[in-house]
């Protein structure tokens, strides 16, 4: 009797939690295929997929703005492994004279709340001229991505037993030679998961574009917002939806890539 | 090693003038603006117009984090705990594979979610109506502050309560079952055996969370387009319709400070955390 008691309440707790974790992605989804949907109907009038026509048809903002938002990620992922690679390199495999703060610097974005920061940032870019291009959205999306791109990527040089550079290195190979094709290749794992980490965060990133990119750079997360503002929440749940899949295949997929130690050290 | 300095700071030296020139000069303008007024004397006149002005969207952005951070540590606590101690496998692995959905939702996207999902006609609403709890035509949906609390912690739970668990299961397990054998309960065991001991990093992963929810624009926006609203959309409004960066400023600094004390917590921890590694 107790134990089917116990059991009742524990279905009933996570029926609960599942109801809550998948209710609102549930609605977004309705909404996505939805094309007339109002009160007091509690399920679509009428269903279909006209607005993933007028989403995905070239001519449309949401199509170009997927394009820009793609080429911003693809870019700020380079820029981002360029800085962090070596930083993490140095960070993980060595003792630098002031590491302390080094770290401490590279911690800082995680430490303060950026909204403020990004709006002085918008106001030094528009002097130099990089307000509203993509190249000054590339810039605020790396600085977001880059701590936690340099944390991946220290932890994953971090965790090469050295004795193999050491090794390459009495057999001769330079330094250089030794990391680029001993350290490097066994990093790659960490590396390519820190890679897939970067450009969703740039994918997703919305207030630093709102200040930097707008109204001349316009990104998916942007397209989503102004389309909930003006309540097409088709529109909005279909952008919406591109950005979510990406994530969910992320948090379903990153074990495999980090252990959780890796992943407790992101925080 | 001493040969090796110069290329190591070649190493880092990128990351960190990118980190120098795009955050730590920013945030050093903001400051200054924040405490110069229009005619470029110092002064305080841009916090005087905030607090006039936006006096209660502070309390509120406050009392929002705040609440939200408490019942991200309370479920976060409760999810570890049960990953760690539940007794009954497979309700174990039905939480480990529910919880962490949220976990890299954009907040964005998250908010869309939320404001369908809580509005009147939302599943929500609808799903309680068909089961017999409530009756839609009296609700008026939950798209306020409690929206904006929901979806904080929908979103940011996850992150504190994967970190939690994870030093969980580090734990020493031996301790935990002296404590069984001698008759403790799991709440008991939870409360007085294993929460003490993943403290330091709970308490990294809360003010975390509080730092990222300071700074979100699109969840109060989204949420809750009245007033009050928190001041992270009061910053943006300064500075989009009126260029007026001093008070913007001024409520960026008041954000910093809520954030200040717990960051310094936070920096202090992962600075040791990483020199211990």
New interface residues.
Partial sequence: MRTALGWALRGALLGGLAFLVFGPLANLALWAVATRWYYPHKLPVTWGFKYWNEVFKPTSDAFAALGTSLLIASITVVVCLLLAIPAGYALGRTRLPGHRIVLLILLLPQAFPNLAVYFNIARLFYTVGLNGTIAGVVLVHALHGLVIAVWIAAAAFAAIDADLELAARNLGASALRAALTVTLPLATPGLMASAIFVFLESLDEFTGTFFVGVPEVTTLPLVMFTASLAGNYQIAAITALVLLVPSLGFMLLIERFLKAETLARIG | ?SD??P??????A???T???G??????A??LV?AFTARDGQPSLDNFVKAFELYGADIVFTLVIVSVSTVLIGVLAAAIGGYLTLGA?PA?VA??RA?????????????????????A?????N??L??LGFVD??NLSGLLDWRGIIITFV?KETP?VA??VS??M??LDRATIEAAANLGAGGLRILIDIVLPQVAG?ML??LV?AF?TM?????VP??LSGGSPTMI?VD??FR?NSYSD?GV??A???I??A??GMA?WV??RR??A???A?
């Avoid at chain 2, 890299?104 to 979610?113: E, H, K, T």
């Fill in positions: 090693m090796q300095r290329t190591l700071v070649l190493l880092v990128p990351a960190l990118m980190v120098l795009l955050f730590v000069y920013p945030l303008l903001s603006s009954h309700a039905v939480l529910l919880y962490r959905w949220p976990l890299f939702v954009p907040f964005i996207v998250a908010a869309q979610c939320m404001r369908t999902f809580l009147k006609n939302g599943i929500m609808n799903v109506d068909t839609v035509a929908w992150f994967l970190l994870g030093a299961a580090a990093v990294v992963g975390l730092v300071l700074s979100v624009l699109s926006i989204m992270t910053m943006a500075v960066y913007a400023n409520l960026g600094f954000s910093y809520m954030a960051a936070y920096l992962s600075v955390g990483a020199e590694r």
